[in-house]
């Protein structure tokens, strides 16, 4: 619905609600949604999308990965 209405922050905001299994708050996917989050904000400029259809499927099916 955030995307639809051009608020990217707002709808990258949403993705760090998703960082719970079984009840409990898990570090690696706060971890993983905070990356997923500056991943996606990074696609946008001033409200603009410069997101392709091919780079919108990437991100949906390509791991996060991170140094640790």
Known sequence: ??????RYEEAADEMLK???CNGRRLR???LRRT???TLFLANFDE???KLE????IWWYI???TRSY
Request: proline share 4%; hydrophobic share 30%.
């Open 18 to 20: 998703w960082v719970f």
């Open 28 to 30: 690696g996917l706060v």
């Open 47 to 49: 409200g603009q999308s």
């Open 62 to 64: 390509s791991p996060v």
């Open 35 to 37: 990356d997923e989050r």
């Open 53 to 56: 259809s091919t780079t919108l």
């Open 1 to 6: 619905r955030y995307i639809n209405e051009g």
